[in-house]
Every structure is written in structure tokens, then in C-alpha cells.
């Protein structure tokens, strides 16, 4: 009997949705809190916690990130991957590929010291949207509006002393609806689309900052784009996020690999954890 | 099911459905605990991490 391990450090919706589904399949799930383990050079497959494949569901990055290491290390199928979890874990990472992949995405300039930031903001002009290269939920995203925000925004980073944001990630202001688009992919299907629509006096979308969820309409140049850049980052389970520029048309912003899909199932019909269940018993089949 | 919250010793009713690793919050203060085992009759909670700057999806 196949069994499966769901990674986490903090059970979410998500993380019980799956194990709830996982076991209403027939198949063996057991959860584990990523907090409690411990590697070392000689720890090996043979370890009976992970099962046959391990679902990667950890809320802090770099502890995701270098527990997806360790269990790759030792030959363990993890979904998402090593690769991915790094790519779609850093914006600037997740921009590049994206690009190199001709996936479309808002225009992004990248600066490197406070100083050099400025300089960029001045030559770009506003308004521009300054995110952090770690995070979600829309935390520490702001929309720039001019010289007075830019100098505003550089003193705070710089008091805030940490590696990451001494990197400035400048991104061209979208002219779009007051909504995104979210798509749950799973391999090469898209499994759930949803319009998240931002809430009255406030510009970001997210459902962490109080957006609402509709179901989306997945017409073929959406689907299009998002399996595209899916497979710019190597297939797996994503969550594609899509602005829709009224001139270029969509445009891939973020990519997600521990995605949440709270509201999404709300309002969607499709079984997300189910497809997802089926997908991880495929890839152990292999 | 019950547990006395860790800071202001306020009682913290805990849903029956609840897992470990789950995030239960204490209603007067509001400090975040994280359940470590449960079982028929008790439960064990510790003050959860704070949100870090890489948490995300």
C-alpha cells in the first residue's frame, strides 16, 4: 500500500483537506511536523516516517527549502522538487526563469544596495510596485507613488537590516481589473481557476488581505499562459498567479509552490485535494 | 475540550476536530499556541513560532 507523507510545520486548511482526502482514497497518510525532524550525513531512505512520497507543505521557506534537501538527498520523491521550491521561493528567481521561458510577466528591475534602488525608481518613474524577494500574502508589497514614498520606503528597508532587503525588487505597475487570476495546476492540468478580487480601499488582491474569490473562466489563451509557465518551472503543484494587462493581455507575476487553496475551494466546484492525491500516487507509481 | 492559556491563564476552548500542529488562539490575549498531542483527555499546547518574514505559499 502506497503511503504518503504530508510535510508541514503549521496545519493549515490545506494541509488537513489533504490528509482528510488521502485517507478517504484508501491510501496511508501520515503527517509530519517538519520542526521535529533532524538529518544528518548518514540518515537514510529506509526511514519508515516518509513513506513512499513526501508532499512538501511547510509554511517557512527556508525551512522548506532545506528540508526538501535533505530528503532528496536521500532519494525520497518530494513533491515540489528542490528546484522548484527554490525558483518559486524568490520572486527575482521566479521573474528570470519566467522570462527566459518567454512566459509573459510585468517588466522587473533589480537593484542591489539602497543607493542603487533610487537611482532605478528615479529612471522608471511612478508609479512602481516595490516587492520583497521572500513572502507572501502581500506583506511587504507597496504601490510607489512618488520621490517622497521612494525615499519612505528605502529608509525603512534599510533599518530593517536583513540580506534580503538590501534587494530591491522593482516591478512596472499593472493596468488591470481590480482582480488577478489564481490557477491550482497539478502536473500539466489546471485543476481550479479563480478570480481574486481586492477589497474596497486596497489595491492588493490577496485573500490574506481580505480579497474575495470567483470562479474564473479558463479560456485557451489562460490556459495557455499558465501551462506554459508551469513548465517553465518544472511541473508540479503550483499556484500560477496572472494579472490581466488591458493592452498585453495576461501576465504570470507569481508562481506558488506550497500553494493555498482555501479560497479557490470555496467557490470551485473541482475536487483540488483529490486531484492532487492522485497526482502524488502517479509520480510514486514511477 | 479545554487548555489555560500560557500567558494570561484565560481557558481556551479547543475545537474536537483539532490536530497537532494546529494554531489555536487564546481569546482574551490573544497569543498563539500550537498543539503538540492530544489524546482522549488532555491536550498539550506551546506558544507557536511568530510569523516569520519567509512564511508564505
Known amino acids: 500500500m502506497i503511503r504518503i ?3 508541514f510545520d503549521k496545519l493549515r486548511f490545506e494541509e488537513k483537506k489533504l490528509y482528510s482526502k488521502i485517507k478517504e482514497k484508501g491510501i496511508d497518510a501520515t503527517l509530519v511536523d517538519g520542526k521535529s525532524l533532524i538529518f544528518d550525513t548518514e540518515s537514510s531512505k529506509r526511514d519508515p516516517t516518509f513513506g513512499d512520497i513526501v508532499l512538501q507543505r511547510v509554511i517557512s521557506y527556508y525551512r522548506g527549502l532545506h528540508l526538501t534537501y535533505c530528503l532528496e538527498h536521500i532519494g525520497l520523491p518530494i513533491v515540489n522538487s528542490f528546484s522548484i521550491s527554490e525558483i518559486c521561493g524568490n520572486k527575482l528567481i521566479t521573474s528570470m526563469i519566467l522570462k527566459k ?6 517588466k522587473t528591475t ?3 544596495s539602497a543607493e542603487s534602488a533610487r537611482e532605478c525608481m528615479k529612471k522608471l518613474g511612478y508609479p512602481l510596485v516595490v516587492k520583497p524577494l521572500i513572502g507572501s500574502w502581500g506583506r511587504g508589497i507597496y504601490q510607489i507613488k512618488d520621490q517622497s514614498m521612494a525615499d519612505m520606503l528605502l529608509e525603512t528597508r534599510q533599518d530593517n537590516d536583513n540580506s534580503f532587503s538590501r534587494i530591491y525588487y522593482l516591478q512596472e505597475l499593472i493596468d488591470r481589473p481590480s482582480r488577478d487570476i489564481r490557477c491550482i495546476v497539478v502536473g500539466d492540468e489546471i485543476v481550479a481557476s479563480v478570480y481574486r478580487y ?4 486596497e489595491w492588493r488582491t490577496n485573500v490574506a488581505v481580505g480579497g474575495r474569490t470567483e470562479e474564473a473562466i479558463l479560456s485557451p489563451e489562460l490556459k495557455e499562459v499558465v501551462l506554459k509557465a508551469s513548465e517553465a518551472i518544472g511541473n508540479g503543484i503550483l499556484g500560477v498567479d496572472l494579472m490581466e494587462d488591458r493592452v498585453r493581455g495576461y501576465l504570470v507575476h507569481e508562481v506558488n509552490n506550497t500553494v493555498e487553496f482555501r ?12 486531484a492532487m492525491t492522485d497526482y502524488l500516487v502517479k509520480m510514486c507509481k514511477k | 475540550m ?3 492559556c500560557k500567558d494570561c491563564g484565560a481557558e481556551i476552548t479547543i475545537p474536537q476536530d483539532s490536530m497537532v500542529g494546529e494554531i489555536i488562539t487564546c481569546p482574551d490575549c490573544g497569543t498563539d499556541f500550537e498543539i503538540i498531542s492530544k489524546n482522549q483527555d488532555n491536550i498539550e499546547i506551546k506558544e507557536a ?3 516569520g518574514e519567509d512564511w508564505g505559499q
Open chain 1, 263 to 274: 479560497g479557490a475551494s470555496a467557490v470551485c466546484k473541482s475536487d483540488i485535494a483529490g
Open chain 1, 198 to 201: 481586492s477589497s474596497e480601499n
Open chain 2, 49 to 51: 513560532e511568530s510569523v
Open chain 1, 110 to 112: 533589480f537593484a542591489f
Open chain 1, 5 to 7: 507523507c504530508i510535510l
Open chain 2, 2 to 4: 479545554k487548555a489555560d
Open chain 1, 101 to 106: 521561458n518567454h512566459v509573459p510577466t510585468p
